[in-house]
């Protein structure tokens, strides 16, 4: 069976929609299509049922849904092994959301390549919604992300809890309707908490990506909610100050793997990178 059908079949359960799915594979509707009734051909029984909220599994389609990440994970398996560096046993293919590479990703790089040199390593840093796709689809081994999206044939283990604190480059002039307030969009949960915690608030100034609002507060003054590992520096330098009495909200770090990486290669990765998160909340 060709591989590029069950993406095909399995982006389209992710999206919930065939014109979803040819978005994310960059290709037309009609190759989607064409490329399920193809699929269908092969197994003898319909997938799909398309209607004007989407598409739904058959039953076959549900049968179908227990093997398919497999049948993709294992072909990228095989195209990596095929792949693998002479001196080396295997190759090892690690993302993470941007704001989590530093220092997260860069300190499990320097571990693994002092405690396994006989691994290949590939970083790979991205969005989240790509990044779990890529995972589910076998391009990425593990994936280090807030909020991991389930998908079948996936795992996901707790790295470390992180910690969204309140800081501003002022305490004298702070107030709770800060105008240089900025806002990041940390994810639904936070969202609602924050929404809950501050009902009166309505940010002028609202990024979706953490450094990129830290960096614009400690340039031009203001608050905001950031990571307290990454901000931690900066209150002991001075340049930020926790604010008094505020909520803190709990964020999370998981890595999201296949079940598919081969056992040793993988203990051996998720062994250090719970070193490094270990390292980093002490």
Known sequence: MD????????????????IKAADRLHVAQTTVSARVRLLEQQLGRPLFVRNKAGASLTPAGEQFLRYAPT???LWQRAKQQVAVPEGHRAVLTVGSEVSLWQPLLVE??????????????RVHV??????????????V????????????GLEIDLLIEEELV????????????????VHVEWG?????HHAVSFPDITPSLVANLGPLGLNYVLLEGGSGYFRMHA??????????????GAPRFSFPVYAAHSTNVEATTLGAALTVLRAVAKAEVE
């Open 231 to 244: 901000v931690q520096p900066h209150l002991a330098s001075g340049k930020l100050h926790l604010v008094p």
């Open 3 to 18: 591989i590029e059908l069950a993406r095909t079949f399995l982006e389209i359960v992710s999206t919930g929609s065939f």
């Open 126 to 139: 991205d969005v989240p919604q790509d990044l779990i796709t890529h995972v589910a689809a076998g391009l």
């Open 141 to 152: 081994d593990i994936a280090i992300m807030y909020a991991p999206q389930h998908r079948p």
């Open 71 to 73: 049948f993709v994970q």
């Open 166 to 181: 309140l800081v501003t480059t002022d305490l004298r002039t702070y107030r709770a309707n800060d105008p240089r307030y």
């Open 108 to 121: 499990w790089v320097r571990m693994m390549r002092r405690s396994h040199p006989d691994i290949a390593l």
């Open 188 to 192: 639904p949960d936070f969202s609602l």
